[in-house]
């Protein structure tokens, strides 16, 4: 028999992480599943009455979301609540972690102001990855503040950071910025774990990609610069955001 949970009110905020780029599906709201879908259907079969919202927006930044998602999620009166936030700062050149760490205390500070359980994210090490990895500094100071943000609240952390199967690149999507459906996969399972709550899903495990040679990952460099690096150094330079005129998928429980 199935083991029971406590929640029945479900709500995800937060950027693309959380609304699921990385792992298209035509069928889901949006045309993406992502991990928090994957954890909702979980949690659906473990209750006989259960409801899910997800109000995250690709591309925003955490005082973006502080504004437009926490009160939203706060009126759907749920009883579980997960929000990823400040990736996106971070990643940008000049950011404090410090700072960005503050604004996420307040946001945790309101979100459990409800007695909801929170769950919180802190960053993957991304040291492998050719993107981020300039930054993995600064997202390791930044997960130590999270740290420190969760025990003064009672939150969960869900701990990207140990969750060394990210290191594989086909966790990864094209864009070698989000997940894939094995990335989005995995962190469901990581979550469910956090929360103590049984599951069915199985790790999976992709075969080893075959080596290549110096001269083709070059090729594909030069390709992916072209088909997704530009495009966004472009948005940054005309101050634009990839959900400048995006819902959410899943705005109402």
């Known amino acids: 028999m199935a083991q029971l949970h406590p929640w029945s009110r479900y709500v995800a905020i937060g950027d693309s992480f959380t609304e699921g780029?990385?792992?298209?599906?035509?069928?889901?709201p949006g045309g993406h599943r992502g991990w928090a879908d994957r954890v909702a259907e979980v949690l659906a079969e473990r209750t006989d009455d259960f409801a899910y919202a997800n109000l995250a927006i690709r591309g925003r930044l955490l005082q973006q979301i502080a504004d437009e998602q926490v009160d939203a999620a706060l009126a759907l009166r749920p009883d579980l609540i997960t929000i990823s936030g400040g990736g996106n700062d971070i990643i940008r050149p000049g950011t404090d972690p410090d700072r960005v760490a503050e604004l996420f205390d307040d946001t945790i500070r309101r979100l459990r102001s409800d007695g909801a359980t929170v769950v919180?994210?802190?960053g993957p090490d991304i040291g492998m990855t050719p993107v981020l990895r300039r930054v993995r500094g600064k997202v390791a100071i930044y997960n130590e503040n999270l740290r420190?943000?969760?025990?003064?609240?009672?939150?969960?952390?869900?701990?990207?950071w140990a969750l060394r199967q990210l290191q594989d690149p086909q966790m990864w999507?094209?864009?070698?910025?989000?997940?894939?459906?094995?990335?989005?996969?995995?962190?469901?399972?990581a979550v469910l774990q956090a929360l103590g709550v049984d599951h069915d899903l199985e790790p999976l495990h992709p075969e080893p990609l075959p080596e290549r040679s110096w001269r083709a990952a070059r090729v594909d460099d030069i390709g992916w610069a072209r088909e997704y690096l530009v495009p966004w150094v472009v948005?940054?330079?005309?101050?634009?955001?990839?959900?400048?005129?995006?819902k959410p998928k899943r705005p109402t429980i």
Not at 21 to 28: F, H, M, N
Not at 148 to 160: C, F, L, Y
Not at 236 to 246: A, L, N
Request: aromatic share 4%; glycine share 6%.
């Open 21 to 28: 780029i990385g792992d298209p599906e035509p069928q889901s």
């Open 120 to 122: 919180m994210f802190n």
């Open 148 to 160: 420190a943000v969760a025990a003064r609240h009672d939150a969960i952390v869900a701990d990207m």
């Open 173 to 189: 999507a094209p864009d070698r910025l989000h997940f894939s459906p094995l990335g989005h996969h995995t962190i469901a399972i």
């Open 235 to 246: 948005r940054r330079i005309r101050h634009q955001s990839s959900g400048d005129t995006v």
